[in-house]
C-alpha cells in the first residue's frame, strides 16, 4: 500500500517537554543566584564600598586632568606677560605724542581708538605664539561709552581664532569686539555676535568676573609682580551669542601704579579638551 506524503506527520512534543523541564530550574537558580549576590551586597556593605571607590576613582582622575591642563597651559601666561609690556609701552607713546595723561582713557574717545589701532599686530601676535583661540585687551574706560541702552561698556578688542594651529593671516580671525574701522583697515571678519563695545555687567560674575576680578585685584595689589596678579577664569562668553571659553587675565598698569584695564587669552572648550590625555575617556 503505497505512502500517503500529503498526511501531516503526528508532532511530537516530547523535547519540547524536556527543554522546558531543564529551563524552569535553570531560571529558578538564576534569580535565586541573583537575589543572593544582592542580598549580600547589601547587608554586607558592599554598596557603600563600591560608591566610595567610583568616587576616588573620579577624584583622583579629576586631579589629574587638572594637573594635565595646568602643566600643557602654564607656558601661555608667558605671552600674555610680554605684549602687556608692549601694550604698556604704545600707551605711554600715545599719551606722550598727544600731552596726556594716562585718566585722559576715561575722557577721550580718540586716544582709545588710536591705542587700540596702535595694539592689533602684538594682539594678534600673543595670539598665534600662544596657540589661544582667544585673544582681548580691555579698557577702563568708566562711563564713557554708556549710552541709555548701553551700562557698563567698555572699550576694547576681542580676536578669536578657532583653529589657532593653522596661521593663515588675518583671513581666519573674528572680531568679537572691537572698532568696526580696524576691522576694516586690518580686513579682519565681523563675527555675528560683533559688538562695538563690551557690556560688562558687574553683577554676571560667571561672564565678567575674568575683568572686574583683574581689575579689582590689581587695584589692591598693584605692587605685585605681574604673575601675582593673573587671573584663570571659568568658561563664560563676552555675548550670548559667542562660545564661551576659559580666559586668563592680567592687568594693564601704568608707570604711576594706575590700572587701566587687562589684557589675555582665551581657550575654548574644544582646544581644553583636545588637550585632556585620550585614556581618560
Known amino acids: 500500500m503505497a505512502k500517503n506524503f ?5 508532532k511530537k512534543p516530547r523535547k519540547k517537554k524536556m ?11 538564576i534569580l535565586f543566584q541573583l537575589i543572593t549576590f544582592f542580598s549580600v551586597l547589601a547587608f554586607g556593605g558592599e554598596f557603600s564600598s563600591i560608591k566610595k571607590y ?10 589629574n586632568r587638572t594637573e594635565y591642563i595646568e602643566k600643557e597651559f602654564c607656558q601661555k601666561p608667558v605671552f600674555v606677560y610680554e605684549t ?40 594678534i601676535y600673543m595670539l598665534r605664539r600662544s596657540l589661544s583661540n582667544d585673544a582681548f585687551i580691555i579698557l577702563e574706560t568708566g562711563d564713557l ?32 569686539m572691537g572698532y568696526s574701522s580696524i576691522s576694516k583697515k586690518f580686513k579682519i571678519i565681523l563675527d555675528s555676535g560683533w ?7 558687574p553683577n554676571d560674575t560667571q561672564n565678567y568676573d575674568f575683568y572686574y576680578r583683574t581689575i579689582e ?11 601675582r596678579l593673573g587671573y584663570w577664569s571659568g ?27 587687562v589684557i589675555g587669552i582665551g581657550l575654548t572648550e574644544k582646544t581644553v579638551l583636545a588637550n585632556l590625555p585620550p585614556n581618560d575617556f
Do not use: C
Not at 527543554?19 to 537558580?29: A, T
Open 6 to 10: 500529503d498526511q501531516p506527520e503526528e
Open 19 to 29: 527543554l522546558m523541564r531543564l529551563l524552569v530550574p535553570m531560571l529558578f537558580l
Open 54 to 63: 567610583a568616587y576616588d576613582t573620579l577624584v583622583e582622575k579629576t586631579r
Open 84 to 123: 602687556a609690556g608692549k601694550i604698556n609701552d604704545i600707551v605711554h607713546e600715545k599719551l606722550q605724542e598727544n600731552n596726556m595723561d594716562i585718566s585722559e582713557i576715561k575722557t577721550n574717545k580718540e586716544l582709545n581708538r588710536e591705542i587700540m589701532e596702535a595694539s592689533v599686530d602684538d594682539l
Open 145 to 176: 561709552y554708556d549710552e541709555p541702552t548701553s551700562k557698563n561698556a567698555k572699550v576694547g578688542m576681542y580676536l578669536r581664532d578657532l583653529d589657532p594651529t593653522t596661521d593663515s593671516g588675518y583671513k581666519d580671525l573674528l572680531m568679537e
Open 195 to 201: 559688538k562695538a563695545h563690551l557690556e560688562a555687567d
Open 217 to 227: 585685584n590689581a587695584q589692591e595689589n598693584n605692587t605685585l609682580p605681574l604673575d
Open 235 to 261: 568658561f563664560s562668553s563676552i555675548s550670548e551669542n559667542s562660545l564661551g571659553s576659559i580666559k586668563y587675565t592680567v592687568p594693564l598698569i601704568a608707570d604711576d601704579g594706575t590700572v587701566y584695564g
